[in-house]
Structures are given as structure tokens and as C-alpha cells.
């Protein structure tokens, strides 16, 4: 490109020099015309001189005629953009301005559709319904840009990295996982807690009905190992819901994503509308110079024309005053020779005046050539200023909008999250009271074993101290049975700390669900209270039957005393009046 421009400028220098020339022969031959006629004033007048001097008069109204219509000056450099801009006072050079041949940049555009497309078809589905008006407006907007951007010649580069963080955010907010479906593993976890747990309810409370304590006991156990597992998979929940809620963190400040394209936007539209102000600025002046210009051009003209009437006067008037002279010819050759001479220098001086005119008109025109093109770029480059304003504000729509999901679809998951994770602390009491209960009884349970024991324990002791008292051969029985008693105690005693410490660190664990609880306002009987009252239930109960039982034996206790002293009647009416010895003997 670099090497074709000094040739062009050879080109037209070369040309240049040739019009030069073919203007220099028209004058060089209108002159030399000139000269001739001179020499015919001076030469020896006779009607053939006459004929002659008209025809060569003739022959000079053709060659000035073709003179004025043959001289070219617009080969001649006379007016460049350079001179427009110091003339008329312009700002912007051509470098600054959008030409015809520039092409316009949108395969970034094209590729932000792409994007779209691509997020359309996300392997996220539940997530693709939340953001499935935003895709198709953000395709509809981009496909108008495009569209706007083929019909200029912007280089949309810059543009088209605006809504990068955007599209991004969107693709990251359609990849956070589902917390319902994170969910399906572990509620069938629970569900197979659950149905394991009552399975275990039904073993015990069928081993119960049959008196099989050591089953029953067993059942406890299980039950309890179940019910810790099931507190377990609720809690592991909330580790679930916590993970879902961190990934959704990241776009709790989509608002500052949103405010720095705007930022982003702001500075491109500023620049825009400072070059559109500015072409406007130079077309405006160029306005005003194309004004001036046209006026002077009409001074120009109607000076030109009048001095060219002027001097087809003066021309008439010297063929009027020759012809007079040639009736005078003796009389006033010297003024025919003095009116030749002026003839010359007038043609001369017209000729010279042809030159000049022309050159203006050359000068003249080239200014309204590069007035003409320099108007195009400047009117063109408005109209792309215009074109990526609009498309600008239409990216700005496109972030507001995508934002806008974004932040909607944040503070729902927000929402969601929030019932769920409340739903959860009431699952995780329901579990925790099952366990807390469970636990409670075991714990009861084993303090009345463990009160039965130190009853066996006194009971052995006592019958030992009397086996020892009488040498009695069951005291070595009696001895191993308090031993073995002392062994189970503290099994019972290791057995029940490890139940109270199951349920302190249960009662430790459900602290966080209390609280949330109590902070939304749900109401609850705590599990504890509940145990509370069960053991005071069920004391009560076994005090009645301990009460009952007593007055059984007190019954017995009296009936069998009057059974005595009824028989001890019958055998004091029956001895009555024997011997002692009788008596005794008997």
C-alpha cells in the first residue's frame, strides 16, 4: 500500500507536467498570433494586408475562444485536507474517522450468541426454567446489535467484552446444584432409618409382650444405634444445605458485576457522543466554510465575467477602431501600431487573467471535492457514533437483565433454602426426641436394675454375715452370688454412664435446632420435659403397684396370724388338764 502511493503521485505529478505544457502551447500560439498581427501594423497596408489582419483576427477570436475553454488546471495540486483543516479550523483528522472501506468487527458478538446457545442447552434443566426468558431476550438483543453493527463500521471488540462477567455468572448460577436434588439420596436414607427403626420397635415391643427382657434390652440398643445414625443423616443435611448455600454465596454481589459494565458502557458511550460532538463541531464548519466558499465563488465569477465583458468590449471597440483606422490608414498607422501593441499586452493580460481564473476554479472545486469527502466521513462516522450508542444501550438491557435473574433467582434460592433448613430442624426434633426418649428409658431402666442389684446386694450380704455366723456350708454360694452381684453392678453402672453421656451429647447437639427454632417462632414441648414427665408417669405407676402388692402381703400377713391364733385356741382347749410332760411329750 505503501509503495502504490508514490506511485499514484507520480502519476498525477506526470500528468501535471503535461497540462502544464498544453496550456504553455495554447498561450505560446495565441501570442505568437499576436506578434503577427503586430507585424502587419507595421507592415505596408493594402487591401490584401486587410484580408489578411481579418483573417488572422478570426483566427485569434477561435484560439483566445479556445484558450478560455482548452486551459486545465486540475491536475495542479491547489487545494489538500490538510489545508481544509487549517482553513476552516477542523478537529478531527481523517485517521480519527470511520471510512467506507473500513469493515465492522462483530465475530465477538457472533461468539457471545454462541454462548448463549451453549447455556441454553445446560445440562441443568430445573435451572435452564429460571433463565429461559433472560437467554431468549439476550439472543433477541444480541441478534439486533448484530444487526446494527453490519450496517456500520464499529469495531464492537470492546463492546462485546461488557457482558463477559455477566454471561459468566449466569453459567455459574445455572451450574449450582439442586438442593432438593442433593437432598434424594439422603432422604432415602431416612426413610430406611425409619422403617429400620420401627421394625426394631415392633421386635421389642413383641419380646415385652412375650417377657423376653434380654431381646427387649438388645432391641433398646439397636433402636438407640438407629436412632443416633438417623440424627446423623438429618444433621448431614444441614451439611448439604450449607454446601448449596455457599455456591450460591458468589453471587450475592452480582449488583457490583452489573455496576462496573454499566461503568463500562458509560465510558464507551461518553467517548462515542465526544466524537460525534466533535464531527459535528467540524461539520458545522464546514458548513460554514462551504457558505463562504459559494459566495466567494459568485464574487469570483461575476468579477471574471465582468471583466471578460469588459474585454469582449474592449476587443469590439479595437476591431471598430481598426476598421476606422484603416480608412485613416495613412493618417494614423501609429495608432493602428499603439492599438496592436495594446491589443497584445490586453490578450496577454488576459490570457494571464484565464490562467488565474481557471486555477481558482481548479482550487475551487478541489475544495468542494475534499469539503464533499471529508463531509461523507464525518457524517458517516456520527451515524456509527449513533449506531454504537444504541447498541450500547441495548448491552446495557442485556446486563440489566441478566443481572436481574441472576439476583431473582439468588434471593429464591435464599427463600428456598432458608423453609428447608426449617423444615429440617423440625425433622431433626422428631428424630432427636425419638432418640432423647429412647435413651431416657434405657437410662431409667438401668437405674431401677441398678437399685434391684444393691437390694440383691444387701439381701446376699445379710444371708452370708448369717451363713458365717452359723458355719453354714451356703456361705461360699452366698459369697460367689455377692460377687457376681458386684460384677454386674458395675457393667449396669458403665452400661448407664455411657447412656447419660449418648444423651448429653444428643441434648449438646440439638442446641443449634432449639435455638433456630425458638428464633421462627415454632412452638415445642422439649424432649427432655417429656422424659421428665414419662419417668414421673411411670414411677407413679410402679409406686401403685408396689403399693398394691404390699397390701396383698399385709392381707396375708393377717390372715395367716389369725389362722394362728386360732389353731394355738384348738391346741390350748385340747391339752387343757394333762401333764406338762404329757404335753410336751405329745
Request: charged share 35%.
Amino acid at each position: 500500500m505503501a509503495d502504490t502511493q508514490p506511485e499514484v503521485a507520480d502519476i498525477t505529478l506526470e500528468a501535471a507536467r503535461k497540462q502544464k505544457i498544453h496550456n504553455l502551447k495554447l498561450k505560446t500560439a495565441c501570442l505568437s498570433n499576436e506578434e503577427f498581427i503586430q507585424d502587419l501594423h507595421v507592415s505596408d497596408w493594402s487591401e490584401t494586408q486587410k484580408q489578411k489582419l481579418q483573417s488572422a483576427h478570426e483566427k485569434a477570436a477561435e484560439l483566445l475562444a479556445s484558450v478560455e475553454s482548452g486551459t486545465k488546471w486540475n491536475l495542479t495540486a491547489a487545494y489538500d485536507i490538510q489545508k481544509l483543516m487549517r482553513v476552516c479550523g477542523l478537529e478531527m483528522s481523517v485517521r480519527e474517522l470511520y471510512k467506507p472501506e473500513d469493515k465492522p468487527q462483530f465475530m465477538e458478538i457472533v461468539g457471545l450468541k454462541k454462548t448463549l446457545n451453549e447455556l441454553k442447552q445446560h445440562r441443568n434443566k430445573t435451572r435452564i426454567v429460571s433463565f429461559t426468558g433472560t437467554i431468549d431476550n439476550g439472543l433477541t438483543k444480541l441478534e439486533k446489535v448484530e444487526d446494527e453493527l453490519r450496517r456500520s463500521q464499529l469495531d464492537a471488540t470492546e463492546l462485546a467484552q461488557v457482558p463477559v462477567a455477566v454471561l459468566k455468572n449466569l453459567e455459574e448460577c445455572m451450574n449450582v446444584t439442586v438442593v432438593q436434588s442433593a437432598l434424594m439420596g439422603n432422604e432415602e436414607q431416612v426413610k430406611a432409618q425409619l422403617a429400620a427403626i420401627e421394625k426394631a420397635k415392633e421386635i421389642r415391643n413383641v419380646a415385652i409382650a412375650d417377657g423376653e427382657m434380654a431381646i427387649a434390652e438388645e432391641q433398646f440398643y439397636i433402636k438407640a444405634q438407629l436412632l443416633e445414625h438417623l440424627v446423623e443423616l438429618v444433621a448431614d443435611k444441614f451439611r448439604i444445605i450449607g454446601q448449596t448455600d455457599d455456591e450460591n454465596k458468589m453471587f450475592a454481589k452480582i449488583h457490583e458485576v452489573q455496576k462496573k459494565a454499566f461503568q463500562e458502557t458509560s465510558a464507551m458511550k461518553d467517548a462515542k457522543r465526544r466524537l460525534k460532538q466533535r464531527c459535528e463541531e467540524d461539520l458545522k464548519h464546514l458548513h460554514d466554510a462551504i457558505q463562504k466558499a459559494d459566495l466567494e465563488d459568485a464574487e469570483a465569477v461575476k468579477r471574471y465575467m465582468g471583466q471578460k465583458d469588459k474585454s469582449e468590449k474592449f476587443i469590439r471597440e479595437n476591431l471598430e477602431k481598426q476598421d476606422e483606422s484603416w480608412r485613416k490608414i495613412q493618417e494614423l498607422e501609429r495608432t493602428l501600431q499603439k492599438l496592436g501593441t495594446e491589443r497584445f499586452e490586453e490578450v496577454k493580460r488576459r490570457i494571464e487573467e484565464n490562467d488565474r481564473e481557471e486555477k481558482r476554479k481548479v482550487e475551487y472545486q478541489q475544495f468542494l471535492d475534499v469539503v464533499g469527502q471529508h463531509k461523507k466521513l464525518l457524517e458517516l462516522s456520527v451515524y456509527n457514533c449513533d449506531l454504537a450508542i444504541r447498541s450500547i444501550g441495548i448491552i446495557e438491557e442485556l446486563v440489566a437483565e441478566g443481572c436481574s435473574a441472576i439476583k431473582a433467582r439468588y434471593d429464591k434460592t435464599n427463600q428456598e433454602l432458608a423453609e428447608l433448613r426449617l423444615q429440617v430442624h423440625q425433622e431433626y426434633l422428631e428424630a432427636f426426641r425419638r432418640l432423647y426418649k429412647t435413651l431416657g428409658q434405657l437410662v431409667y431402666k438401668k437405674e431401677k436394675r441398678l437399685e434391684e442389684i444393691d437390694r440383691n446386694i444387701r439381701t446376699t450380704h445379710i444371708q452370708l454375715e448369717f451363713a458365717i455366723e452359723t458355719f453354714d456350708p451356703n456361705a461360699k454360694k452366698h459369697s460367689d452370688n455377692k460377687k457376681d452381684l458386684y460384677k454386674l453392678r458395675a457393667q449396669v453402672e458403665e452400661e448407664l454412664e455411657m447412656l447419660k453421656d449418648k444423651m448429653a451429647q444428643a441434648l449438646e447437639l440439638f442446641g443449634p435446632t432449639e435455638d433456630a427454632l425458638h428464633q421462627a417462632g415454632i412452638e415445642f414441648v422439649h424432649p427432655a420435659e417429656e422424659l421428665e414427665e414419662n419417668n414421673v408417669s411411670r414411677r407413679s405407676k410402679m409406686v401403685e403397684y408396689r403399693a398394691h402388692l404390699a397390701k396383698q402381703e399385709e392381707v396375708k400377713i393377717a390372715a395367716e396370724r389369725e389362722e394362728l391364733k386360732r389353731a394355738k385356741a384348738i391346741q390350748s382347749q385340747q391339752y387343757r388338764g394333762q401333764p406338762v410332760q404329757g404335753q410336751i411329750t405329745q
